[in-house]
Structures are given as structure tokens and as C-alpha cells.
């Protein structure tokens, strides 16, 4: 079965432009979570996707926003960008009575400028 | 609310020592509880995970770790550590309805010596 994967794995923006980051679960999993990791916070909760829907949401701003397909796969969206945004961000996907065991794609790691 | 403090941001052992990295947590329900590793440049990977039932866990790679309630923790060992373990370490707790975010701690790097 083929794991998460992310795309891109390297982006280099400017501030205030806007990018979409895109995940593709594992194959049956319909949760998805995105989490942003930097040295001085750790690993920080974002949302999560479920069946298309917004299930959960961490203490983000709005300038960061997600969606998800039918096909489960999930794109987030930061706009405005800030120097602070830097960070890798990491998405998870879990299948339904995993007791929230999440598997982790390799992340996109994001560098504003 | 849960929260989970990881005691020590770097630990550093000798190959074939002991291996034992600290995670108290707080729950207000009965949580689920895993640890993560990662390599550099990689995503994070299940090590293991208490749902119910045993409280002593094995997970791969030779690590376990066991729940102890009254203590609140779920303290991650390996008996004889090698150099692949080098990495960081993260504890995660969630509620268990099942749809709860994760919490992690803020991660342990570990380094082995030769």
C-alpha cells in the first residue's frame, strides 16, 4: 500500500504571497490532519478533514484554510504569508476505528522569505 | 483539555545502553497515547500505541513502553540502543472518542554514542 505523500516537498515563497499545499492519503483513509512543526513551537495541530468535512480545527488564524475531495485528498491554503509561517507541515491520514493511530507523510517544508 | 510534557529535550546514551525517554501526560478522559519517531527530513513514525487492555506496549524496533495511570506517564525504553535509533522522539496523547486531535510534546532528540 503506498503511504502518504506530499507535494510539494520544498517551497520557497515571499511574504504576502498565498500557497496551497496538497496531501494524498493512504488508500481507504478518509481522515486527514494537518499539523505545522517548527523548532520553537513542536508539532502543532492545524484541522482535520473527515469525508470532506471540517472535523476539528487548532488555534490557527483564518489565513490558514483546508479542504478536502471525494477522493479524500486534502489541500491547505495559507495566505498572506508571514516570515512566522516557515515550518513544516506535515499531514496525517487515519482510517476510521484506528484509534486515532495516524500515519504521517514526509512533510512540505515551506520558507518565507 | 490534554497536554503532554516530554522531560528532557536531548538525551544521550552509549551504544548498547539503556534507552529511557519520559512523557507524563493529562487527560480529563481516558486517553490513547503513542509515541513517534523521526528521521531527519522525514515525516513521523508510529513506534507504538496504548488504546486499552495491557499496559506494558511493544512496538517495533525493539522499544516499549508502558502505561502507568496512577503516575500518568508512558515512559518510552529500549534495552540496548543503537546508532540507528538517533532520532527524535515524539509522545502524543488523544481522547478517546475516537476524532480527538492529537497532542504531542514538544520532543526528546536522542543521540547515541559509539
Known amino acids: 500500500k503506498a503511504g502518504v505523500t506530499q507535494t510539494p516537498r520544498y517551497l520557497i515563497k515571499t511574504r504576502g504571497q498565498q500557497v496551497t499545499l496538497s496531501c494524498s492519503p493512504i488508500?481507504?483513509?478518509?481522515?486527514v490532519s494537518w499539523y505545522q512543526q517548527t523548532p520553537g513551537q513542536g508539532l502543532q495541530f492545524l484541522f482535520e478533514y473527515f469525508s470532506e468535512t471540517q472535523r476539528n480545527k487548532g488555534n490557527f488564524p483564518g489565513r490558514f484554510s483546508g479542504r478536502q475531495f471525494s477522493n479524500s485528498r486534502s489541500e491547505m491554503n495559507v495566505s498572506t504569508l508571514e516570515l512566522g509561517d516557515s515550518a513544516l507541515y506535515l499531514c496525517a491520514s487515519s482510517s476510521v476505528g484506528s484509534y486515532n493511530e495516524q500515519f504521517f507523510g514526509p512533510g512540505t517544508r515551506l520558507t518565507v522569505l | 483539555a490534554q497536554s503532554v510534557t516530554q522531560l528532557g529535550s536531548h538525551v544521550s546514551v552509549s551504544e548498547g545502553a539503556l534507552v529511557l525517554l519520559r512523557c507524563n501526560y493529562s487527560s480529563s478522559v481516558p486517553p490513547y497515547l503513542f509515541w513517534y519517531v523521526q528521521y531527519p527530513n522525514q515525516g513521523l513514525q508510529l513506534l507504538l500505541k496504548y488504546t486499552t487492555g495491557a499496559t506494558l506496549v511493544k512496538g517495533i524496533n525493539g522499544f516499549e513502553a508502558e502505561f502507568k495511570k496512577s503516575e500518568t506517564s508512558f515512559h518510552l525504553t529500549k534495552p540496548s540502543a543503537h546508532m540507528s535509533d538517533a532520532a527524535e522522539y515524539f509522545c502524543?496523547?488523544?481522547?478517546?472518542?475516537?476524532?480527538?486531535?492529537?497532542?504531542f510534546g514538544k520532543g526528546t532528540r536522542l543521540s547515541v554514542i559509539a
Open positions: 488508500s481507504g483513509h478518509r481522515s
Open positions: 502524543a496523547v488523544s481522547g478517546n472518542s475516537g476524532n480527538t486531535p492529537l497532542v
